[in-house]
């Protein structure tokens, strides 16, 4: 039986599977993909963007948000805000189910990379330069612009009757990467808080071989800044009356 919380659960793990598996093919010791570069993980977290929505509507999310600053920002739009818990719920616990496919599917790697800091990128978010305000800042505007420029993509003012049906989940794929080649560069771009929470709690449960720290000291910043991102995208997005 398909409902909205399966959507958003099955479509965030989804996401989360092939997103996170991009950056292990990418980052592990002896994958056929080692050494793929930005290009790959950007491109890869794209379609796994469109992927993620596909199986959302698919599954009964006919929002598919899979973001819970994506769910937030489109709440204050609306002024209803029943659906962000349990939204925020079902993101949270795909994205750890999507994880720990992750880590099952490269079982055998994990042991042949040496470097701590290498398999926690395969689960979460760290700055290219630490420095919280900076990264906030970072995650703040990238945040916005999935939000803002999501509502544009869906908005009147671009189609009257809608855009036509199955297009949406190409469109923001497209968002996605666009947003991971021009902003991403920085923080690694979360720009969403299931994304990088919901791996992080994976990563500090899994039985990883060799894992560092979950480095939690940082992990505030991946949640806190795409929520301000959304809600003031979600603001703005009101104010203009799309």
């Known amino acids: 039986m398909t409902s909205p919380w399966l959507g958003e659960f099955m479509g965030t793990a989804v996401l989360i599977l092939l997103g996170n598996g991009v950056v292990a093919n990418v980052l592990l010791r002896k994958s056929k993909?080692?050494?793929?570069?930005w290009i790959v993980i950007t491109a890869g977290w794209a379609f796994a963007v469109m992927c993620g929505v596909f199986t959302a509507i698919a599954c009964g999310s006919n929002d598919a948000h899979l973001n819970p600053a994506v769910t937030l920002g489109f709440a204050v739009v609306s002024g209803n805000f029943s659906k962000f818990l349990p939204y925020v719920l079902a993101q949270i616990l795909g994205a750890m189910v999507g994880a720990t496919l992750?880590?099952?599917?490269?079982?055998?790697?994990?042991?042949?990379?040496?470097?701590?800091?290498?398999?926690?990128?395969?689960?979460?978010?760290?700055?290219?330069?630490?420095?919280?305000?900076?990264?906030?800042?970072?995650?703040?505007?990238?945040?916005?612009?999935?939000?803002?420029?999501?509502?544009a993509i869906f908005s009147k003012?671009?189609?009257?009757?809608?855009?036509?049906?199955?297009?949406?989940?190409?469109?923001?794929?497209?968002?996605?990467?666009?947003i991971g080649l021009s902003l991403g560069g920085?923080?690694?771009?979360?720009?969403n808080p299931a994304r990088d929470l919901g791996p992080r709690i994976a990563h500090?449960?899994?039985?990883?071989?060799?894992k560092g720290s979950s480095d939690w000291g940082y992990a505030l910043v991946p949640v806190i800044g795409p929520?301000?991102?959304?809600?003031i995208a979600g603001v703005v997005i009101k104010a203009l009356r799309f």
Do not use: M, Q
């Not at 993909?33 to 570069?37: A, D, H, K, P």
């Not at 420095?131 to 420029?149: P, R």
């Not at 920085?186 to 720009?191: D, E, N, Q, S, V």
């Not at 929520?227 to 809600?231: D, F, K, R, T």
């Open 33 to 37: 993909g080692e050494g793929g570069g």
């Open 102 to 151: 992750v880590w099952l599917h490269y079982l055998p790697h994990w042991k042949e990379t040496v470097d701590p800091s290498l398999k926690l990128a395969c689960y979460s978010t760290a700055p290219a330069i630490r420095s919280l305000g900076a990264n906030a800042l970072s995650e703040i505007v990238g945040t916005f612009i999935l939000v803002f420029v999501v509502g």
């Open 157 to 178: 003012a671009v189609s009257t009757v809608g855009l036509p049906a199955g297009l949406g989940p190409y469109l923001v794929g497209c968002l996605v990467w666009g």
């Open 186 to 191: 920085t923080t690694g771009y979360a720009i």
């Open 204 to 210: 500090a449960l899994l039985p990883i071989a060799g």
């Open 227 to 231: 929520l301000i991102g959304g809600g």
